[in-house]
């Protein structure tokens, strides 16, 4: 839970501000005089009574999120201030992921905008970095450069779920994403277009990070948000990713249906670029093999035609939206491997999820959402296939990333592939080897 571990003036009065209310409605909301309010706002070093500790303590647990990233902003920021002067060793400059997390450790001082294991290099600047504290604090001062400095975030934040995993990510995005609400309600005029562009690739963004463990309601709520701003922003690059991302939320539910109509609706706006509309395609094509309502030829039709749209991207690169920057004609061989799995083409489709395995770099290689997408397939395939001991390297694998990037449901799904092993492989070495590491 986040906790201040003794509060001041200056921490009630952060929190004040944090809820945007005067000094006579943070007292009514506090059940408290007005004159106690007033007095902590003048005296930031003085520290309340026990009960009033404790009345302070309720207020900021029961706060709603993007009140909790401001507070811990604006506590940051005085902390940071030139002069400052404590007897604690920054006593309340709280982590990213601790806005929201219950588990958050008051020794964890990461800042809003640098998660850990979020690299940004010399990309992300101070001053970049400084711009996004200022505008969280007053959403209505804009500042032409806060668009491209949460641009560089979010863009390190993508990279890095590709090594971390999405899990230790979701909690800091959600607290960012409460700040740049904020900025996308109070902003204005001409601006106002570029602060929705950002705010729905954050949004498609946090959805993705809920999808990928498998929390799809609120993966849908946030891709709805993000399709919501991209639609009054006239985006058609996100409003198709949108569209695209709850078809994948559909697939995760099984649910070929809804896949291959989202799938479809994707696709319909030819201003988007041929690098999101091929990623439409694919997964049209692999929700129609989900259905069983065709065969190859026509999984193939659709597959060659996204290939063909994958060439196009590939000539102007710089036309394509930074959130895709994943995709190549070798991720569209592992796409193509799935479609074949459903189709019961086993033996094909283990060479092409092996290809495209081999082809995509190490690093996206040992991220959780290969793992648990082409990997965990990759395994069962060679299983269904009798190779019990290619199945069992694969799973050794998987079950390397889950712990890394402490994806329990992944985790959860490959004890299961291992209990389908052992039931068929009962007196296997290989498949009690695997058991052993999965304890």
């Not at 074949?340 to 959780?368: F, H, W």
């Not at 395939?381 to 290619?390: E, F, I, L, R, T």
């Not at 592939?417 to 296997?428: A, E, G, I, K, R």
Request: charged share 25%.
């Amino acid at each position: 839970m986040q906790v201040i571990a003794a509060w001041t003036g200056g921490h009630a009065d952060a929190l004040r501000e944090a809820f945007r209310m005067t000094n006579e409605d943070f007292a009514g909301h506090l059940g408290i005089g007005v004159r106690t309010d007033a007095y902590w706002r003048g005296q930031p070093e003085i520290r309340p009574r026990v009960k009033m500790q404790e009345v302070l303590d309720v207020a900021l647990e029961c706060a709603p999120d993007r009140v909790k990233a401001q507070f811990a902003l604006l506590v940051d920021e005085a902390y940071r201030a030139p002069g400052h002067q404590s007897d604690e060793a920054e006593p309340s400059t709280v982590a990213s992921g601790s806005m929201t997390n219950r588990k958050w450790n008051r020794d964890d001082k990461r800042p809003l905008w640098r998660p850990a294991g979020v690299d940004a290099g010399d990309v992300f600047t101070p001053d970049d970095e400084e711009r996004l504290i200022l505008a969280a604090r007053s959403p209505r001062r804009y500042d032409p450069g806060v668009v491209d400095a949460l641009s560089t975030v979010l863009s390190g934040q993508r990279h890095a779920e590709d090594v971390i995993g999405s899990t230790s990510l979701i909690e800091p995005v959600k607290a960012q994403l409460a700040v740049v609400g904020d900025l996308v309600t109070e902003a204005r005029g001409d601006v106002r277009t570029n602060v929705l562009d950002i705010g729905s690739q954050w949004a498609q963004f946090a959805g993705w990070l809920h999808a990928n463990n498998r929390q799809l309601s609120e993966a849908n709520r946030l891709y709805g948000l993000a399709l919501e701003w991209a639609l009054e922003a006239d985006k058609p690059d996100m409003i198709a990713t949108a569209l695209s991302m709850q078809g994948h939320a559909s697939w995760l539910a099984g649910k070929p249906s809804p896949m291959i109509g989202l799938s479809r609706a994707a696709q319909r706006d030819n201003r988007a670029s041929p690098g999101v509309r091929a990623l439409a395609i694919q997964q049209e094509a692999r929700g129609i093999a989900l259905s069983g309502e065709a065969g190859i030829a026509d999984i193939d039709r659709k597959f060659d035609h996204a290939e063909e749209l994958v060439a196009q991207a590939a000539e102007k690169p710089e036309d394509e939206p930074p959130w895709i920057y994943f995709f190549s004609s070798d991720y569209l061989i592992l796409q193509r491997g799935l479609a074949y799995r459903l189709l019961g083409e086993y033996v094909k489709a283990n060479k092409l999820l092996t290809a495209g395995l081999s082809a995509i770099p190490e690093d996206m290689r040992q991220s959780d959402w290969v793992a648990s997408h082409y990997l965990l397939q990759l395994a069962v395939n060679n299983a269904k296939a009798g190779d019990v001991g290619a199945a069992c390297a694969v799973a050794h694998e998987i079950n390397v990333i889950a712990r890394r990037t402490r994806l329990e449901g992944l985790r959860t799904t490959l004890i299961r592939f291992y209990t389908w092993l052992s039931q068929n492989w009962p007196n296997d070495p290989q498949v009690a080897e695997l058991g052993e590491a999965l304890r």
